[in-house]
């Protein structure tokens, strides 16, 4: 085996083959199979306990599987110690010491490699200006914000030019503005040293906004991986259809030839085939219809439950005639506001059959 997975600043490819991971019983990575292309950015997605950070961890090397195989490039490291790996991490707590100024913090791993300080001094300036920095390095940590630390950790990870970054949900600690600030400094940053890169989130709009792709992970398994425009208009199942982006879901009649709701045959200009389970509703494509809009329309009647002003749009609470509860989301501009149907209203939702999708329960 090497001595390290590879050499400094090189970008590589990452293959995961049957990757398994057990606690007792329990399976956190199933048999799991994944293919990173070199200076890609894949996000793992899912919901707490579905595996995503047992398998960065054992991407990392802080944790070892049960039986399968991690390369970074050529090199098998899946029992190679983390320090070998030539991987850059920023955990969910920053882990940074508050005992070090700044620049302390970002030149301890070049520390660690015996690099001279002329060096050191040289790189650490460059990372404190990638993450916009410059001029905090002799400050100590206590004295910065909670979005200055962040870019502390991220320039401790990248100052060493790792081949591999890891992002273990780096943004939760922040409020919702600087969070969102933060996704594209961090998309901004990878575009500028292309380093292979693996976030971990909970937070399906974080994905959607800073990934190459997303590997949607559940109960250890890969439910879908695929672009973030991919995921979002063509989930491959109910599971996916409802963890990415906001939606209604609603069974499809059984034993039906052709896709029904309540009898009503379901519009879509899609294949059909006797897997798919349930429609898909999602808020920005609903509309509220009149009798005019009939042909190309999939129709869906209820009452208003609530209005909710949301600055940017309003969101319209709908009850329909068997229980279920959609949502429907429409502007704010003088027209959208004038056109709002009351509350307890009795309204038509419609959904064109253009952007009607149909999943299966489970992914094919």
Known sequence: MTSQATSSGASVPITIRKLVKTYGPYRALDA?????AGGEFLTLLGPS????STLLMAIAGFLRPDSGL?????????????????????????????????????????????????????????????????????????????????????????????????????????????REHMQIEIRRLHETLRVTTIYVTH??????????????????????????????????????????GDATLLALDEGAKQPTFRGRPVKTKDKVN????HVVLRPEKLRLVDKKNTAAWNRFAGTVDDIVYQGESVLLSIRLEGGETLFLRQ???????????????????????????????EHP
């Open 331 to 361: 502007g704010t501009d003088q027209q959208s506001l004038q056109n709002l149907p009351a509350r307890y209203a009795a309204v038509e939702v419609g959904l064109h059959a253009d952007d009607t999708l149909l999943v299966p329960e």
């Open 203 to 244: 937070d399906q709009r974080e994905a959607l906004t800073m990934s190459d792709r997303i590997a949607v992970i559940n109960h250890g398994r890969f439910a879908q991986i695929g672009e973030p425009k991919a995921l979002y208009e063509r989930p491959a199942s109910k599971f996916v259809a409802e963890f990415i």
């Open 49 to 52: 306990g579905s595996g995503k």
């Open 32 to 36: 799991i199979d994944l293919d990173i």
């Open 274 to 277: 006797g897997a798919l389970s």
């Open 70 to 178: 991690i390369q970074f490039g050529a090199a098998d490291v899946t029992r190679l110690e983390p320090h070998r790996r030539n991987i850059g991490v920023v955990f969910q707590n920053y882990a940074l010491f508050p005992h070090m100024s700044v620049a302390g913090n970002v030149a301890y791993p070049l520390k660690l490699r015996g690099i001279g300080r002329p060096e050191i001094d040289k790189r650490v300036a460059w990372a404190l200006a990638l993450v916009k920095l410059d001029g905090f390095g002799e400050r100590s940590i206590d004295q910065l914000s909670g979005g200055q630390r962040q870019r502390v950790a991220l320039a401790r990870a990248i100052v060493f030019e790792p081949s591999v970054l890891l992002m273990d949900e780096p943004l939760s600690a922040l409020d919702k503005k600087l």
